[in-house]
């Protein structure tokens, strides 16, 4: 299994600010994924980053709203734009192994729009 | 919009009792069927996963079993102990829906909150 590591863990944010979170990985991974999860609720995804491609977003996430990078095989961020309270939430970097179909999930950034 | 619908939304039982989470999926890209648990402040873990060869997996104390027919799968727990109090998310892979489409994305239930009584 891959070891993701996040940062920060948590962040109190004003409105109208952006936050960029930080996600790494312990072994080169092909796909990567951004998932977004409120309070008491399940697991969203946001979009998925390829390596040497453009980001590809789910219904009702823009790239202006949360840009993606992913600059090589162990790395990725999500900028959070122009903050507002209902972006506050749990979110989690994931990446995929395609041998095993298994997928894993770092331990989220926690964040609080205030 | 592709669905998995997981019951119940929480669930009690004393130490020792067997828990049973249900999944439902509608089309998937591929038959593989993973769930996760996951602890207040932590990202979700994978648990366990079953790609339906056979129609039952056991993990120490975690079986997955599998109804291809019904489009159904169910976590099983054994001697549940309250370390086991977690939140339970089961995944079905996304049905392809265009030919570009990369499908290995995962649908994630609503998630079953578990208490397990001392």
């Known amino acids: 299994s891959a070891v993701i590591s996040q940062k920060p863990s948590r962040d109190i944010c004003q409105r109208g600010t952006s936050l960029t979170i930080q996600c790494q990985v312990d072994?080169?991974?092909?796909?990567m994924f951004w998932y977004r999860q409120q309070p008491g609720q399940s697991l969203t995804l946001i979009a998925t980053a390829n390596q040497g491609s453009e980001a590809t977003y789910e219904s009702g996430f823009v790239i202006d709203k949360f840009p993606i990078s992913r600059p090589n095989l162990t790395f990725s961020t999500l900028t959070v734009s122009n903050m507002s309270p209902e972006d506050s939430s749990i979110y989690l970097c994931s990446v995929f192994g395609l041998a095993n179909y298994e997928q894993y999930f770092g331990p989220g950034t926690r964040l609080t729009v205030t | 919009q592709q669905q998995v619908k997981q019951s119940p939304q929480s669930l009690i039982v004393q130490k020792g009792g067997i828990p049973i989470i249900n999944c439902a999926y509608e089309n998937t890209a591929f038959d593989y069927f993973p769930w996760y648990q996951q602890f207040p402040g932590k990202g979700p873990a994978l648990l366990i996963a079953?790609?339906?060869?056979?129609s039952e997996k056991k993990e120490g104390r975690f079986t997955i079993s599998f109804n291809k027919s019904a489009k159904q799968f169910s976590l099983h727990i054994m001697d549940s102990q309250p370390g086991d109090s977690a939140t339970y998310f089961c995944?079905?892979?996304?049905?392809?829906?265009?030919?570009?489409?990369?499908?290995?994305?995962?649908?994630f239930g609503s998630g079953t909150r578990l208490l397990v009584r001392p």
């Open positions: 995944a079905a892979p996304r049905a392809y829906q265009r030919w570009s489409d990369s499908s290995y994305k995962l649908i």
């Open positions: 072994s080169q991974v092909t796909m």
């Open positions: 079953i790609r339906p060869d056979v």
